[in-house]
């Protein structure tokens, strides 16, 4: 993907690079403000803070093609619109954790990870050091269930829906 290759790489097999990783870009900040105007029944502003994203991702001139009416503003339109627009940024899996349809969604939509997946891929392992630097270890701070063995396994191809 263009968008990840570091100007200063010879080619993608060089895994060092100097280019900043963005951690939060506006057009993230324009959904996020979407959604929670959406999730608070605000439709007309979840609607505008939706076109804002929309109408700069536009080719010069097409704008007003590019823009939804408040119609189509629903959490599914949202879901997709994020999807298009965060490609690549490692955020998808916590999307659809957050909005609990992970497992749904890769079930309709990775026919390959379909089969795989399970509903403990909501939860990821807690690294093991982090277990055993904690007071009482295992017993005081135990593994999310079902993913010691069953993660590592498992996981291969479920995540890219």
């Known amino acids: 993907m263009e968008k990840t290759l570091g100007s200063g790489k010879a080619d993608l097999t ?3 690079g100097g280019r900043d990783y963005p951690a939060m870009r506006l057009g993230e900040t324009y959904l996020l403000l979407a959604e929670s105007l959406l999730r608070q029944g605000k439709v007309a502003e979840a609607t505008d803070a939706m076109n804002a994203v929309r109408r700069r991702a536009a080719f010069p001139g097409k704008q007003a093609a ?3 009416t ?3 503003m629903t959490m599914e339109f949202l879901m997709e619109e994020r999807a298009r ?3 690549g940024e490692q955020v998808r899996w916590l999307d659809l954790k957050r909005w609990n349809v992970l497992v749904e969604r890769v079930k309709l939509h990775n026919a390959q990870a379909a089969p795989n997946i399970k509903d403990f891929h909501v939860l990821r392992p807690i690294p093991q050091n982090q277990i055993d ?7 005081g701070f135990p593994q999310n269930q ?3 063995l ?3 396994v498992q996981t291969s ?5």
Do not use: C, H, W
């Open 14 to 16: 060089q895994e060092q």
């Open 66 to 68: 590019m823009e939804i």
């Open 70 to 72: 408040p119609a189509q």
């Open 85 to 87: 627009e965060l490609t």
């Open 133 to 139: 630097r904690a007071e009482g270890g295992a017993s």
């Open 146 to 148: 079902d993913t010691k």
């Open 150 to 152: 069953n993660f590592a």
């Open 157 to 161: 191809r479920v995540f890219e829906t």
